[in-house]
Nanobody, 118 residues
Framework: VQLQASGGGLVQAGESLRLSCAVSGRIDNIYMMAWFRQAPEKEREFVGNIIWSSGRTTHADSLKGRFTISRDNAKTTLYLQIDSLKPGDTALYYC????????????WGQGTLVTVSS
């Protein structure tokens, strides 16, 4: 599975952004997709995930309300909608996939940088 994240950029606080993650390769082997983020000098943080077949989502409690994960019907693109951006959302955002019968996220995109100015 190959993942290519995009959509990051420099935005002002209060604006919205939608990140995309293009999925290719053995898509039929994907069980779950997720977004993580890593701010400068901080640990990587789980944002949320989506069961690829059903579209059922789970979002981190601390981020609920402003972050929305989704996918397209063709199951080739993962999205992350971020509303009311804050400077604290500045981070490198990664998409990752978990294959069927696997216990963890084994495939990762290269990350897309989101910078929020106040």
């Amino acid at each position: 599975v190959q993942l290519q994240a995009s959509g990051g950029g420099l935005v002002q606080a209060g604006e919205s952004l939608r990140l995309s993650c293009a999925v290719s390769g053995r898509i039929d082997n994907i069980y779950m997709m997720a977004w993580f983020r890593q701010a400068p000098e901080k640990e990587r943080e789980f944002v949320g995930n989506i069961i690829w077949s059903s579209g059922r989502t789970t979002h981190a409690d601390s981020l609920k309300g402003r972050f929305t994960i989704s996918r397209d019907n063709a199951k080739t693109t993962l999205y992350l909608q971020i509303d009311s951006l804050k400077p604290g959302d500045t981070a490198l955002y990664y998409c990752a996939s978990r294959r069927r019968f696997s216990s963890g996220y084994g495939d990762w995109g290269q990350g897309t940088l989101v910078t929020v100015s106040s």
